[in-house]
């Protein structure tokens, strides 16, 4: 039987919460429900993703680095593709939550096998 690194699954549960997010923010408040429907999608994959990476990573550091990450990864997408603002001292508080994040991971206990 294959075993999948939990942190691969974690990365996995993060890009899809990014893409929900932007599927959601792209549905229009779910006035274009095609978008809406992709969005709820991912979020369940991404939750289901997210359950196996909390089976062989501590639950607090696995709920942290997903959620510190989606948060960095998403302003940053709205800085960049959706030309929202971003003011120097936001960019460092994310700055601080992305450090934060591979602490976590670097501090982390990996589980045998």
């Known amino acids: 039987m294959m075993v999948i690194n939990p942190w691969v699954l974690l990365l996995g549960a993060i890009a899809l919460e990014v893409i929900s997010t932007g599927l959601l923010n792209a549905s ?3 006035m274009r429900w095609g978008y809406g429907v992709a969005a709820m999608a991912g979020y ?3 939750f289901w993703l997210l359950a196996f990476a909390m089976t062989r990573i501590p639950m607090g550091v696995a709920y ?3 959620s510190g ?3 960095v990864a998403i302003a940053t997408i709205g ?3 959706f030309r929202q603002n971003l003011s120097w001292t936001q960019a460092g508080f994310m700055a601080l939550i992305l ?3 591979v602490g976590l991971n670097l501090t982390t206990v990996r589980a045998a096998g």
């Open 28 to 30: 229009q408040g779910m």
């Open 44 to 46: 369940g994959l991404c």
């Open 64 to 66: 942290a680095v997903w």
């Open 69 to 71: 990450v989606g948060i």
């Open 79 to 81: 800085w960049i593709v």
């Open 99 to 101: 450090v934060g994040a």
